[in-house]
């Protein structure tokens, strides 16, 4: 029984053994090796592509009316009737409101009254100030006859002043009445809320509507807003790094949710000159022409602005770059040798997930993936399932060595 045993554990050693002899010593047919000795480093590889790369940011941001503002009375009194809605387009002039005018067409009355009276008064003073006057001339003429005594003189030429004076009082009265009634007047006016701009295009929108039919207003009280939506504003607020590259008339791209697909364009028209303390962060408005007023104010936008644009750029993919003692750069694959060189690199724009070289000029499929696992001159190994390579050429699928 122990003699089975023994027999049993040495056969089991012996095949173990013989399994660790066969993994250490499998030929280098089966494995891939450099000639150097070193295994080969497998490796995605893609084209060098030259083509448009974008410096671009894109921020959030709302729109804005380029023009806001609310109707309200100059007089307090009950809203009689009004003639618009929200939606409304409305001109400029346009009767928009009625308050009750009764109070105010009574006090036009009365300030016509008051100055009819005004009037008729000054017609009596003139017929007064004519006697008067005759009767100081007949005193001067008698009184160079030595008709009439010196005191009498002085009593014609009192009454005549005294009744000149009186017209003059009665003058500046009815001045005072012609212009009550042309306040009384303008009171009236103001019972009939009109539609009021100076600059811009002749029609607006009314954006909202505040009150209804009946409401007794006081003085200021919003009756319905107007606003301009031929133009719009869009606001967005840029953080501290973004800042300096701003400029007035820099052209932006903005898009919303409500139209998918759909862009439409604007320029930077405003810039705060300065940052919020509490967000680091400043206001610019964006103005977006809206002729076909698709657009409404209060709409959530992404706007893109440009910074750079590079036309003929050598693009590469993010992934490709890696740091090579101390040097930002790339891994290029030589074809012919299935080699791997390290290339520093300069860099130009980044975009999403791809990067513009400034310099050098590359041309070489470059590594992708495994670069890590490299150095300068590595042997590599491109994966056999692609079938060839990025030039073209069929690829046995064995390493080969830059000495061959």
Do not use: C
Request: charged share 25%; net charge positive.
């Amino acid at each position: 029984m122990k003699k089975t045993i023994i027999f049993v554990v040495f056969a089991v050693l012996s095949a173990a053994a013989g399994w660790q002899y066969y993994v250490h010593h499998e030929s280098p047919s089966e494995k891939p090796r450099a000639r150097n000795g070193n295994s080969a480093v497998a490796v995605e590889v893609v084209p060098v592509k030259r083509g448009i790369i974008r410096d671009t940011s894109v921020f959030s941001g709302t729109l804005l009316p380029s023009s806001q503002f609310t109707m309200a009375p100059k007089v307090s009194g009950r809203l009689e009737k009004i003639m618009v809605n929200i939606g409304d387009r409305v001109s400029r002039g346009q009767l928009i409101a009625l308050l009750d005018d009764d109070e105010y067409v009574q006090q036009v009355e009365q300030a016509k009254a008051e100055l009819d009276v005004a009037k008729a008064t000054i017609e009596e003073n003139v017929s007064a100030l004519t006697l008067a006057q005759r009767e100081y001339e007949r005193a001067q003429g008698l009184r160079k006859k030595k008709i009439v005594s010196e005191s009498e003189l002085d009593a014609a030429e009192a009454q005549y002043l005294a009744t000149e004076a009186k017209r003059k009082v009665l003058l500046a009265q009815l001045a005072q009445k012609e212009a009550a009634l042309k306040a009384a007047t303008v009171r009236l006016e103001y019972t009939r809320i009109r539609a009021s701009w100076e600059n811009g295009d002749r029609y607006r929108v009314i954006g909202e509507r505040y009150v209804d039919e009946g409401a007794m207003l006081n003085s200021n009280a919003a009756i319905v807003s107007i606003i301009d939506i031929k133009k719009l504003t869009a606001v967005i607020h840029v953080i501290e790094k973004d800042y300096p590259r701003i400029t007035k008339g820099q052209g932006a791209r903005i898009t919303t949710d409500a139209f998918p697909g759909k862009v439409f364009t604007g320029s930077i028209s405003r810039i705060s000159p300065i940052l919020e303390e509490t967000t680091r962060q400043a206001r610019v408005e964006i103005t977006v022409p809206n002729s076909s007023q698709l657009l409404k104010p209060g709409m959530f936008v992404r706007v893109e602005i440009e910074f750079d644009r590079h036309d003929n750029a050598t693009i590469i993919p993010l992934t490709a770059l890696i740091t090579h003692r101390d040097r930002e750069g790339v891994f290029r694959v030589d074809e012919k040798t299935m080699t791997a060189h390290f290339i520093p690199v300069e860099l130009g724009i980044r975009a999403g997930d791809v990067v513009e070289i400034a310099s050098p000029t590359l041309s070489e499929p470059i590594v992708v993936m495994g670069q890590h696992l490299l150095n300068n001159g590595s042997t590599v190994l491109l994966p056999d399932g692609k079938g060839q390579s990025p030039s073209g050429k069929k690829r046995s699928g064995k390493p080969q060595s830059s000495e061959g």
